[in-house]
């Protein structure tokens, strides 16, 4: 708990946080930079999210507030990177056998759980004993069904045998370790008082949490790797999106998420620049159409070619991003190595869309600028959830474009309960605008695979290819990120070939945070990677306790 | 008058049974369900996780035994746990309540300091400038979108003048404050969100204060007073005043409900913790057993509520008899 009586907040006018920040750049020329062995921890960093966090056990939280939170808290035995790359972090070292069944982790030796005890090997067993369990309701289970056995081979080594070789092994025992010590005493680790008030052995330990309003962590200056920069970590919610930039602008909170609109045009203001720095980077998501290959219209691979032609990519980031997206061709991160960087296909032409549509029969007998087959007119359904009106512009562009080549084009914009319940799972669609976030592992089973069309995969679309089939299992099999990579820019190549989707854009990630703060670096991860080497120059602190 | 409570209670139980029968049939009967909602698009999840999830909270059994099972646990006051967080739903309530207790009931009690007086004077003098006036005003209050006020007083006294915070209940270094410091802390948080809830409902409580008002004041007994020489002020605060409020303590009683259910678009825009918002995040995430205990106790204090006036009314109307005298 926390243990300080008084604080002290400063207000800053705004001209003087202004001659703040040119002092703040003096202060970083070598001749004042600030040692960051000897920093103390001290000021406050206050972010908000719409909504509260629900869990604070890793295997279990599964929305991202839970998951950021515990990503403070806690270590994995491996974690993501700056540049995306698997680095060791409660584990010193590790080794893969040559079969790449065993894994062996050396684990770092220093490390204390933030009540003290030592952190050891059979923290590790126990913490994915636990996620096998289904007792333990792990959302996660799948991910680790293909262990066999987890050894305890010395106090600081741990081995990981598995039935067959997997690759996402690495990024997936990067799962937060829970202290064996303070759960093996609780029958239900869902009900523990310790998913609500947690121990792990991260950055930042627990400290308060008022339901609906606010979570306060504070720095760990035990942790292994360094003490944080930042004492206080504090995460608000504010529900509604308008108040939360209001509060920012205004100094109630130090960084907010911004969306595109918010990132061009909100932030002109003296208030704003004066205050907040802007941050844009990849994010691991695209937006894609997707079309139903059960559908007889749409099974045609020349109408699917022809439908993506027709799109203008860039117009359609430009216009309904402000600018902020890249143009997508494949199913992986554009800044792995997974994606293929020399596919380039359907660069807008919409005459070889007309030319493709004349080949597939569709033409217009009738001249009311439709096109027609058999007498039926081209009509297609689009569907996509409600809520979302980055995407909902997209779709009112696409039937636009789709228009200009004879396309008649139908939005049909649903909640998201009933999208799911009535169009994906009974896959009751023509075509979908919807966006995937892609994970770290580019494991692409779960969407592409067709053994996920049925039991509540998520291949909603029906897409079967048996190359595709072997390529995606061979990828799980293959250890070797170069090997795999390959393996991943042939199933990119076929993908971009069929047609099943057409893969739109990848959007940006946005985020202000108030100039006090030094030490950020917007990298391929994210900005907040690196969250525990920022820190907040004396002479700008802001909460003084 | 024993006998007629104590039937109105007993009442309470078949009314509580058909109710909840209904909620819980109606959040099944939507299309989706907890588990959907949960991992819906989420290939990190796979389809044996998701039956997991349904057999670990039951929701792979029959409807009636789910029912039945919750009707089970609730005999014994036990509301079960959120599927969302598996905290006690009565916790989950408990924790939220009180934020909502507050601002309810100073909104209540502003707006009856305000539309009660303001009633009365517009019907004494009706068809004044002051009556014209404030019959606007009041409307204008109950035709503007609610959550536009909110945010225009927010962006005015908040964000541009900075006289009270933008937005939260309690600061996250509430508990460095002094415990003077505190209350006059909650008190400069509450300004915004209760001129925002009270402005808007100003309008139902004065409007019928007034017409009861015009009302009692053209009943004869009103004019024999007046006969009788009695000074103005005496016939509007003693002799009127009492017979107008009768109204307001059906709508009182009514009002009840709200004081506790709360208002989620004004929790949303002033980050009130309150159970507004725990109602409607709960409903939006399928968690049927925060759903059921939010509405349940809303149906029971909507039932008090409205036992609570008829039982006022028998005791200020001695015309309202609810047995038959012997």
Known sequence: ?545 | MRKYIIKRLLLVIPMLIGISFLLFLVMHLSPSDPTAVRYGLNPEVSNSARENFNKLYGLDKPFLEQYLNWMGRFARMDFGNSFIDDAPVREKILSRLPATLLLEMVSLFVILLISLPLGITSAVKKGTKFDNISTITVFIGYAMPTFWLALVLIYIFGYKLEWFPISGMNPWYFQYLSGFDKIKDVLWHLVLPVAATSFGSLAVLSRYSRSSMIEIMEQQYIMTARAKGLTENRIIYVHALKNALLPVVTILGLSLPGLISGSFIFETIFAWPGMGRLGYEAIMNYDYPVVMGVSVMATLLTLFGILIADITYAFVDPRIRYERKK
């Open chain 1, 1 to 545: 708990m926390v243990l300080c009586k008084n604080i002290k907040i400063i207000k800053r006018p705004l001209f003087a946080l202004q001659t703040a920040v040119v002092l703040l750049l003096v202060s970083c020329s070598p001749l004042y930079s600030q040692e960051k062995e000897d920093a103390i921890p001290r000021d406050a960093y206050v972010i908000s999210s719409i909504g509260d966090a629900r869990v604070l056990l890793p295997m279990l939280a599964d929305d991202a507030t839970s998951a950021g939170i515990c990503g403070l808290i806690y270590n994995g035995l491996t974690k993501i990177g700056r540049d995306l790359n698997i680095v060791g972090d409660l584990a010193e070292r590790w080794e893969i056998s040559g079969d790449g069944l065993i894994i062996t982790f050396y684990l770092k030796k220093n490390v204390k759980w933030h009540d003290g005890a030592a952190f050891t090997a059979d923290d590790v067993k126990f913490s994915f004993e636990k996620i096998l369990d289904t007792a333990s309701g792990s959302p996660y289970i799948s991910g680790y069904t293909d262990i066999k056995k987890i050894e305890v081979v010395d106090k600081y080594t741990v081995r990981f045998e598995y039935k067959q070789p997997y690759s996402g092994a690495l990024v997936k025992l990067g799962m937060g370790i829970i202290p064996k010590h303070i759960f093996e005493k609780e029958p239900d680790i869902r009900r523990s008082v310790y998913a609500r008030a947690p121990i792990g052995t991260g950055p930042y330990r627990f400290s308060k949490w008022e339901s609906g309003q606010y979570m306060i962590l504070e720095a760990n200056e035990g942790y292994f790797e360094h003490a944080p920069g930042i004492k206080y970590y504090v995460f608000r919610i504010i529900p509604d999106q308008s108040v939360e930039f209001l509060e920012l602008v205004s100094g109630g909170i130090d960084a907010m998420r911004l969306n595109s609109y918010q990132y061009k045009y909100r932030s002109e203001t003296p208030e704003f620049s004066g205050r907040i720095n802007k941050y844009s980077t990849l994010a691991p998501t695209y937006t894609y159409i997707g079309y139903n290959l059960k559908d007889p219209v749409l099974s045609d691979l020349r109408v699917r070619k022809a439908l993506s032609y027709a799109i203008n990519k860039k117009e359609l980031i430009d216009a309904a991003l402000f600018g902020f997206g890249e143009p997508c061709t494949g199913p992986f991160r554009k800044d792995s190595v997974y994606y293929d960087q020399s596919v380039t296909m359907y660069e807008y032409d919409p005459e070889k869309a007309k030319t493709l549509l004349a080949e597939a029969g569709w033409k217009d007998t009738d001249g009311d600028g439709i096109l027609e087959k058999d007498g039926k007119e081209f009509r297609i359904e689009l569907v996509t959830n409600q809520g979302n009106q980055e995407r909902e512009d997209v779709a009112t562009i696409v039937q636009r474009e789709w228009a200009k080549v004879g396309v008649k084009m139908e939005i049909k914009v649903v909640a998201w309960a009933a999208f799911l319940d009535q169009f994906i799972d009974k896959k009751k669609f023509q075509a979908i605008l919807l966006a995937w976030v892609i994970p770290i592992d580019p494991d692409l089973y779960a969407v592409w695979h067709s053994d996920s069309i049925e039991n509540g995969g998520l291949n909603s679309i029906s897409y079967s290819n048996k190359e595709v089939d072997k390529l995606i299992e061979a990828s799980r099999r293959e250890l070797n990120v170069e090997k795999n990579a390959a393996i991943c820019h042939k199933i990119h190549r076929i993908l971009a070939e069929e047609a099943p989707y057409t893969f739109l854009f990848f959007g940006y990630s946005q985020i202000g945070i108030n100039k006090r703060f030094s030490g950020v670096d917007p990298a391929p991860a994210g900005v907040g990677y690196n969250f525990e080497d920022w820190y907040v120059d004396e002479k700008e602190v802001k909460y003084k306790f």
